[in-house]
């Protein structure tokens, strides 16, 4: 599908009235429409600050309109705790053409919101999620907004920088049972990437949590390779999550845990415990996550 400039407009709108305006009825009404109407893959690129992400991401993009399919960036800047403010140095990296409409890129910042993902990123996600082939979003690998990328991607991919204690780190942390694809970026670099490859190869082992199991792939954004290898990948994974009907599992989960989120971010835990037994979500996260914070402000 081409998106015309008109509809890039509009989305950008949009965006800007979710920002100022989230609890009125017609962007929640809005947004549970978008909701109901997925289009997207959405593939979250995590890992340490300088591991190579959003040099990865600008060759994705590249590969994908090469495609010619549609997609969406949604960059998630950790916010520095002295100003407040987002280190906004990813805008600048990625090389778009500012005429083609089938590439979107927002940038956000992480705030306070829980793991560091900001409250907006949902929200936006669903939006973009309908409207593109494709969604990346970009977190900074620091420790919990690893485990909440699960909650807002269909796949998880972990950047690993060669030669790096990451592994062995992220192991320690559990976080191996977060990503579904884990490349080791820099493979330009081949000696420290070589080795770190086998390393992970080696405990493949300890990290197949699940029956689809993981992916390791070396990449090189520097010198273009491994991008075709990586589709396959992600395509092959999109074929699985939609013939299992996993996705349908996975996202709606992610609506739960969404709605849960939020509730505890404006009531406290001690809000969670009050709505626990009218959560009965199906659809309309939006809808849903409303009528329980009107039930919370008026108890
Ligand atoms: N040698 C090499 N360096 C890379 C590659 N990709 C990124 N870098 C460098 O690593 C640094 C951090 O890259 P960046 O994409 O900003 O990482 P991010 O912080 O994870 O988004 C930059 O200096 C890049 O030039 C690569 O494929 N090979
Ligand atoms: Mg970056």
Redesign the pocket.
Known sequence: MKITLKKKIELSNFLEQIETNRNSEKVINKLDLMHSNPRAHVIGIT??????????IDKLIQFIRKNNKSVGVIAVDPSSRETGGAIL??RT?FLLDPTDNNVFVRSMASKNYLGGISELTYPTMITMRSIFDYIII?T?GVGQSEIFIKDITDTVVL?IQPGSGDNIQFMKSGIFEIPNIILV?????KDLSNLTYSDLKGSENLFEYDDDGIEILK?????SSGFKGLFDVISKRWGILKEKKKIFNQRKSQDISWIERSIIDEFGQKGKEQIKDLMNYSSNPFKTLNELRNYLARN
């Open positions: 890992g340490s600050p300088g591991v190579g992400k959003s040099s990865l140095g990813d990296r970009e900074v950047c970026t820099k493979s330009d670099l990449i090189s954004s520097h010198k």
